[in-house]
């Protein structure tokens, strides 16, 4: 294990030094390889889900799982997208003349090794794959066990096409058991960035047993708040949307906050609505008074149900939104509906979500959504990167000072001073 | 302990909304406050001064808590410097039409608060402080107990100076006991980042103890690399004045490589001129043939010395030199001399440091010298923020949404395209 991570490891230096060209065709040969091998690809992901469905997997897992050749040509048309976004790498974010002759730069660079652990999904190895291809990192992945034949096939199938490509095959490494797993997470001085995809049971545990830099989210629970000066059809179909339109996704909405003055008005028409879609709504006393037959407790206000379940509840006023908001969000994404500005500035300057939306669905809190072309998750974090993760978060940079004999002692001396004079980028 | 953190907590909320002019103004009020009651503050750390003598304290720990008149005009100096640099926050990163009405941004906000624990060095709480206010941050303070009549004046004071401006006092909040320093550990819903200033063992232990993230540098084991194609009289200089002109900072070089063509010629000047700084050198079987008295061991190439004293070793090749740094390397900074530019820029692209250099001292590697104004240190993480962390490295970013009742699944039914179009920042 120590071995394959210390190879990993060793490519990716190469890798960080490769051209933009050579990474592009990389994934290029990555992609011609899957589309070589579909079929067998599909085959393997039938097996697995056959041996899943005997073990009495649950349907969603099931679904998750399944990568027919439609899936898969759709996740091969992503890494032949990726190929083409522009490159992360070498940019230069500063650029500065610190004294006559001695100049700054800070320039943009791969991260290293990421340590991706997920679950189910095993088009998520095509996707993490060549996000790090892509971003100049090599990766370590661990995927799920009901996704195994998939998985390894996969995994064999991008090597196949590095092998074509300038690009070291053991860039990529895929591991097959929880005890690899495990050590990875102790593998400080080899991997840079742990990103789990999975439950917060998941991720809470890895956070607890690395000291290895995790990015991910644990919850999702995020709010949606009609204002009094909003329009109410509006209102209702982001409501719909940002409950209905994915609920086991993390940016939906568990919470509908209801300012008190169209409370009575929203739910008259939001009730037969959302029946109509299945949801079931939670309300607490005053949203109960105005017709919403089950009641909410104070757990439901932290509850992600990842289901068609709405908590609803109605405020007196602006901050009272606020003040749930940031006792409750888990600062994934929180939306307000209103046509007056100044309560939208200050909502969006309030709450401290890595998503704050006005007027629009909570549902586009999502690298592709935002032109980010794919992503390998969403952080919750306050440190960056932030919100949806795509190429650009998984870069990191680098000082560059040249000089020509520059020495500390002319300057502390007085004898030469700094300029510090910005140059174009 | 933790009603005071939830205090920080809901002023830096109010903070975040600052303006930058409230915040400029809040720091030169803390500046006028400090030189008013300058006197005072003095005469507090003759008071701790006096107590660490009668209890022993070294005398190099000694000069680092002293703070005299001058030496706190410099500081106080230093805060209306701050007040002076451009706002970091507010700033638009990204401007993005997502599709027809829908615009996205990405925009600099504060972290929210900062716990900073730290050693002796009384004049850091002006310096952390200072920062964290200018960067829109709360700050939960830690000083050493050696410091404690210093640190408590000087947080009055500040405190005092905010009282005249329209940023709360509560935003600031100094602790005094270890047990409350434990405890700040565990504020993982309040505190948004760990800053430890001090030891190697200080900044482990932290690490080891909280979920909260650490921002930080655990060693400072600098290169320099002399080439084959190096000019020696640069060399020489680059080279003293990296060991010696603060032999105790994290900047400073423990390992100089040199090249086998001009080790011996090197060595020559160099012996003699270290000698004359007072540096012991310690070499390897090469450099020791070559006139080097003292042996170094296996242990010496990871041993940050804080000292006068430097370890030298003979490589066969530039691809040896970066076989050691990497191997060696705390990745704080690492620099190389030479004429050949290929070769610099291979040195330049393939060490993973935070800071990577060419023709010049490694003892640039610091916040004001880079142009930030100020540091509230230097960061070896891969991740952002690197190197020298400045009023940049304390914020971090949301992503605020508007649309005019936008909702996903129309973009899913593929009613409506996303547009993906870049707008001016």
New interface residues.
């Given amino acids: 294990m120590f071995q394959r991570a210390f190879l990993v490891r060793r490519s990716s ?1 190469d890798l ?2 490769s051209s933009d060209t050579q990474r592009q065709s990389a994934l290029l040969a990555m992609a011609d390889a899957l589309a070589t091998r579909s079929r067998e690809i599909v085959q393997a992901n039938v097996e697995d889900i056959n041996r899943s469905l005997a073990t009495g997997l649950n349907q969603s897992l099931i679904s998750r799982l399944k990568l027919d050749e439609q899936k898969l040509e759709c996740a091969i048309e992503g890494v032949r997208k990726l190929a083409y976004l522009s490159d992360p790498l070498g940019r230069r974010l500063l650029h ?1 003349e ?1 004294a006559d002759g ?1 100049f ?1 730069e800070r320039i943009t ?1 791969p ?2 090794v990421l340590g991706v652990i997920f679950e189910s999904r095993p088009d998520a190895v095509i996707q993490i794959a060549s996000l790090a291809i892509r971003s100049g990192n090599g990766a370590i992945l661990k995927g799920g066990s009901e996704a195994s034949c998939t998985n390894k096939i996969i995994m064999t199938t991008l090597q196949e096409g590095l092998t074509s490509s300038e690009i070291e095959p053991n860039t990529l490494s895929l591991l097959t058991t929880r005890q690899e797993s495990l050590a990875l997470l102790r593998l400080d001085g080899l991997v ?2 742990i990103i789990p995809r999975g439950s917060n049971e998941l991720v809470r545990f890895i ?2 047993n690395t ?1 290895i ?1 995790v990015l991910g989210h644990a919850d999702g629970i995020c709010h949606l708040y009609i204002d009094s000066a909003a ?1 109410l059809s ?1 209102a209702l ?2 409501a ?3 409950k209905t ?1 994915y609920p086991a996704a993390c940016n939906a909405i568990e919470t509908l906050l209801l300012h008190h003055e169209i409370a009575e008005t929203f739910l008259m028409s939001a009730i037969p609505e959302f029946q109509k879609y299945g949801v079931k709504l939670l309300g607490d006393d005053k949203s109960h008074a105005l017709g919403i037959t089950h009641c909410a407790n104070e757990q439901d206000w932290s509850t992600e149900y990842l289901d068609l379940v709405l908590s609803v509840k109605v405020v007196q006023t602006l901050d009272d939104a606020l003040k749930h908001i ?1 006792c409750y969000s888990s600062r994934h994404t929180d939306a307000i509906v209103t046509n007056d500005n100044a309560t ?1 500035q200050k909502f ?3 709450v ?10 909570t ?3 999502d690298g592709f ?3 980010f072309g794919a992503e390998v998750g969403i952080s919750t ?4 990167p ?2 949806p993760v795509g190429l650009e978060g998984l870069v ?14 002319e ?2 001396s007085g004898e030469k001073n ?1 300029t ?1 004079r910005d140059l174009p980028l």
Same sequence: chains 1, 2.
């Avoid at 974090?381 to 960056?384: A, V």
């Avoid at 990191?396 to 002692?409: A, D, E, F, N, P």
């Fill in positions: 230096i960080a030094q500065r610190l001695l700054l660079v991260l290293g840079n960035l956070q607890d000291r830099p329009d509006h179909r982001i719909i949307d940002s339109q940031n939208a969006l300057s309030s401290d979500s890595s998503g704050v939306y006005h007027n629009c669905s549902r586009f809190a959504r935002y032109g974090q306050t440190l960056p932030r919100g990191t940079y680098r000082y560059l000072l040249r000089g020509q004999g520059h020495i500390s002692s300057f502390a700094f510090h």
